[in-house]
């Protein structure tokens, strides 16, 4: 059915403009890290607090991303 088919494909555009979001937020969100650690030398406190956010969510997203 072309009505099936178009709405197939609007689904997937919408899913693959999701997932570049994802995969864009993510690689920002590893280069605020690294920069993070970078200037405070690898203490995971001064990182945290450069990033306004607690150790607990630094460790959380390190792990998440492998950055440990």
């Known amino acids: 059915h072309?009505?099936?088919?178009?709405?197939a494909s609007v689904v997937r555009e919408s899913?693959?403009?999701a997932d570049a979001r994802s995969l864009s937020l993510?690689?920002?969100?590893?280069d605020l890290?690294?920069?993070a650690l970078t200037k405070a030398g690898g203490n995971r406190t001064?990182?945290?607090?450069?990033?306004?956010v607690?150790?607990?969510?630094l460790?959380?997203?390190m792990k998440k991303y492998g950055l440990e």
């Open 2 to 7: 072309p009505a099936t088919d178009t709405t």
């Open 15 to 17: 899913s693959n403009a």
């Open 26 to 30: 993510e690689a920002h969100e590893i």
């Open 33 to 35: 890290l690294r920069e």
């Open 46 to 52: 001064h990182a945290a607090r450069l990033l306004s």
């Open 54 to 57: 607690t150790r607990d969510t």
């Open 59 to 61: 460790r959380y997203k």
